[in-house]
């Protein structure tokens, strides 16, 4: 293991979450991505040792979870997506179900309640929708808020190609969204 490397214990309580909406995002069903983070984790410890430091831990994690979760998805084992409306949206937000559990805010008419729950339905559907290859730099910037440079180092891609990807993405969730959004 690498001198100055973090215990992987400490390695896995800081990144578990990130790892499983990550996922989460990328197959879409929860009982799936709460294995495939196992995996992520399981394969990691084994790898430790090559682990050779050229780039963050955080980072070189986040790739172990894209090949798992790309793995996963190229088999085919994904037929039926579900799209868990309790999964956060954005970094920073806290782990597992939100805080609202799917109360009204005080501020909303039930129309206004209604249409928000349908607005981000909408979205987290377009996101499924999309390719691999478009939908994982998207969820690394918007979501998890990640720079073009972690998302090259993440995905084995050059920044320009990163770049691309993340505005065809957006390009085509603006047309899947062209009802909902103004």
Known sequence: MQEGLPPFERIFDENKGKVFRLILRLVGRPSEAEDLTQKVFLRAYQKLESFRGESEV????????????????????????EVSLDTPLHAGEPEGPSQSEGLPSADQTPEETALSSEVSEAVRQAIASLSENYRAPLILRDMDGMDYEE????????????????????NQLKKKLAGWVQ
């Open 58 to 81: 955080f980072s070189w994690l986040y790739r172990v979870a894209m090949n798992v979760a790309v793995d996963f998805l190229r088999t085919g084992a994904v037929r039926h997506k």
């Open 151 to 170: 998302i090259a180092n993440v995905l084995q891609l050059i920044v320009s190609n990163v770049a691309a990807r993340i505005f065809r993405a957006r």
